[in-house]
Each structure stands twice: as C-alpha cells, then as structure tokens.
C-alpha cells in the first residue's frame, strides 16, 4: 500500500481497493453459482451482501482477508459438489495470505473445517476415507506454508496474542460485539446501522432457512457458515467474512426452500432450468454501468474523504509554532500523529496495539483516558511535553484539575495541553474541522 500511494498517490490507492473489491465480489458470485440457484436469486442475495459489505471495504489491509477468503469459499464449494477443484491453490495461497495479513489463521480454520466435517461425512457414508486422507495433506500442507514469513512462529505468536488479550474488545472499537455496535449505530442520526441490519437480517435468514432445508451434501459449508457467523457476532470486524461463506449457502437453501418444500435430504437433488451464468450482453450492460458510475460520481479521483475527524489543526498549531517532544495521545490517532509529527515529535500510543505495547502500558493509557483511579499516575509516569485529546474525552477533567498543566489549543476536534513551566500563552481557537461527506464510520 505505501508503495502504490508512493507512486500513484490516492488514485492508485483508489484502484487497488477497487482491485481487491472486485476480486471479492466476482468470487462470491462464483461461489454462488455452484449452488445451481436462478440468476435472480444469485444476484439479489449478491446485491444485499454486498451493500452490508460497504463500510468495511476500507483502505486498511484487511480488505486483502476478504479476498483471500472469498477465494477459500469457492474452492471448498466447487470440492464440495464433486466438481474439479484445485484445493493444492491453498498452500501457495497460505504463504502469501500470512505475509499479507494476519487474518490467515481464518483460511486454515475454514480448511480444517472443511477437512474434519466433509471428511468424516463421506467416511460415514461411503466408507471411504480417500478425501479424508487428502483434505488432511492439504491442510498440513498449508499450515506449514503459513511458516513462510520472515517471522515465521511468531506470525502464529502474534495471532494468539491478540486473540487472548482480554483489552481488545475494549480498546479496538471494531472488535466489539456485532450487536453492541448496532445497538450504538441505531442511536446516531447518520444511519450507519442500515448496513449492520442487512447483515444481521442475512444471518437470520441463513440460520431458518438452512433449519428448515438441512442437507447431508453441505453440511461442511454450512458448518463454515455458522463458524464465521459466530465470530461476526463476537466481533463486528468478521462481519464480511461471515457475509462470504454465509452467500453461497443461503442461495442454495433458498433454492431447494422454495423448489422441494421443506424436510432434511440425504443428497438434494433438485435442479434448476435457468442458466447459471448471464449471458454476455448482461454482462455488457452491467460493466458500462460500472464505468459510468465510476465516472460520474468522481470515485477513482485525487481526493479521499475520511471517515472519522484528525487534529488537522491541532497538528498545523503544532508545527507553525515548531512544538516537538512526547505526546500523550488520543489512540485512535496514532498513525494520523506518526505519519505528521514523526521527525519531530514522539508519541505515547497508537493502533499497533498489543503487538508493540505491553498490557500494563495500555491499561495505564485507559486509566488515564478514561479519568478512571490511577489516571494521574499515567500523567506523571513519564516524560510528557504534550497532551493532545477530543474535546469530549473524560481526560479533560483532570487535565482542568492539574495546575502544572495547560491549554494552548482547542477547536472542535481537539485540545492541546502542555506544561505550565512552557512559555507558550494559551489560545482559544475555533476552527471548522468537520470531516467530508461519505459513507458513515461504524466503528467510531
């Protein structure tokens, strides 16, 4: 990502997340079209997953999960419906998903599902333990090929460590529950949480649809399904994830729903007489009006609208008047703060979170955020010139208590504290730092 912004700015950004979205998008579709539903199906579910996908297509890379795992789905779907699939993909794919993010524990889950369920399944039904015998060495496989990285057993380290803290779902604001975020979302008057209904109806409508249509020839798939949907309600960030396996089996179920009635199959055999692919005038007509979408709403240009407020002000304050030393910070603007103020200027805290701070660092960070007991202690541990903080955060009282401190700057985004001994006179500035129109932020 730094090198594509090096070399092409915002628009190169731009189309390398466009690049990553279309490749989600077209392999859902794929993995849609296995289950054999009517193209009206296939396309209105596709419709509504991905506009529940909206506000999770960021610039951050954990858009490259979405690939990686949409490209899982359709391989397993493809193998499971007895069609030629090349699942050896996995263990070259597993090298370089682990050396792109930290999200590729995700595809070796889905494997292993995949290997334990539709393995043992046809060695129960068909006294065969052939696919057992080569899910298991693919599996294997890929878990060594995730060694591949420069870190290699700490990549795994790394994945426990985040998964165990038991600070995460505190501190990362997209970690928390899917519910508690919607429940939040639906008290705000921007209506971020249209997009987490959808996605929570989509689960919905999976789980009494696959209950009334169980299958004995998906019950992996569906397997995969329910897992990714459980961790989407333990953490709003596997929203997508869930969205890309839940797709393909809910269009299916659908299917045989409204085709065959409900009742549990051994081996569903219902058919369909619509094609599965649309033909290339369809096709045609949907990529112009992609283009002209593209074109006429100004998404691939040089700008980019952000979706939360920075200290843009407090930060220009900063330099105008060559401020430089420790900055006690706001967490959620770490990278804004290393990526401006990084020659000058060092900071307390920012969104690496638990793979560079340790435990006691972060709870002494909430303490003090928080004007919690123990907040002063924070304050006077360590060597702060600067305390930079949202007007609305509760470290302002006892910022407002301490007289060796004081305010320099404010305007509606941010304060800024420095110590009283500075010779710098206080300011009050009001300044408009209202962010830009564009999709509403979900995890504030």
């Keep these: 990502m730094a090198r594509i912004y ?27 079209g296995e289950s054999e539903g009517s193209i009206g199906l296939q396309f209105a579910i596709l419709i509504v997953a991905a506009f529940a996908m909206v506000p999770f297509v960021q610039f951050r890379p954990l858009i490259l999960s979405y690939a990686f795992t949409a490209a899982t789905v359709a391989l397993i779907t493809r193998d499971n419906y007895g069609k030629r699939s090349p699942l050896w993909l996995f263990i070259p794919g597993l090298a370089l998903w ?23 399944t046809d060695l129960i039904a068909c006294g065969s333990a052939r ?52 429940g939040e979302q639906m008290r705000e008057t921007h209506g971020g ?6 996605a929570v109806g989509v689960f919905a409508l999976f789980t009494i649809v696959t209950l009334l249509t169980l299958c004995a020839d998906d019950l992996a798939l569906v397997a995969i399904a329910a897992l990714l949907s459980i961790s989407a309600l333990m953490a709003v960030r596997n929203v997508p994830l869930a969205l890309v396996a839940v797709t393909p089996v809910l269009v299916r179920h659908l299917r045989l729903l409204f085709q065959d009635g409900i009742g549990w199959r051994a081996q569903a055999q219902a058919t369909t007489t619509e094609p599965t692919h649309p033909g290339w005038f369809v096709q045609m007509v949907f ?80 303490a003090f955020f928080d004007a919690k007991l123990g907040s002063a202690r924070t304050l006077d541990r360590y060597p702060h010139d600067f305390v930079l903080l949202p007007p609305q955060s509760a470290a302002n009282q006892t ?42 932020n979900i995890f504030p």
């Design 131 to 182: 696919r057992l015998v080569r899910l298991s060495a693919i599996t294997l496989g890929s878990a060594v090929a995730s060694l591949a990285t420069p870190y290699g057993i700490d990549s795994w380290r790394a994945v426990f460590i985040s998964l165990r803290n038991p600070m995460t779902r505190e501190v990362m604001a997209d970690w928390r529950p899917l519910l508690t975020v919607l």
């Design 98 to 120: 682990s050396n792109l993010h930290g999200s590729f524990f995700i595809g070796l889950t889905l494997l292993g599902t995949y290997t334990v369920v539709r393995g043992f």
């Design 399 to 440: 910022m407002a208590s301490r007289h060796d401190w004081k305010l320099v700057y404010q305007d509606s985004t941010a304060r800024l504290y420095t110590r009283a001994s500075s010779p710098l006179p206080a300011i009050q500035a009001e300044t408009n730092t209202a962010s830009g129109a564009g999709i509403p």
């Design 287 to 366: 990529g112009g009006l992609a283009v002209i979408i593209l074109a006429r709403t100004g998404l691939i240009g040089s700008r980019m609208t952000t979706a939360k407020n920075y200290p843009d002000g407090a930060v220009a304050f900063m330099q105008e008047h060559h401020l430089r030393g420790n900055i006690l910070n706001n967490f959620a603007w770490g990278q804004y703060l290393i990526w401006h103020s990084s020659k000058d200027s060092k900071i307390f805290i920012d969104g690496r979170f638990d793979l560079v701070y340790p435990p006691e660092l972060i709870r002494e960070y909430m």
């Design 6 to 32: 090096a070399s092409s700015g915002v628009v190169g950004l731009k189309l390398w997340k466009l690049a990553c979205t279309a490749v989600t998008i077209g392999l859902i579709a794929t993995a849609e």
């Design 193 to 198: 949480s249209v997009f987490l209904l959808c």
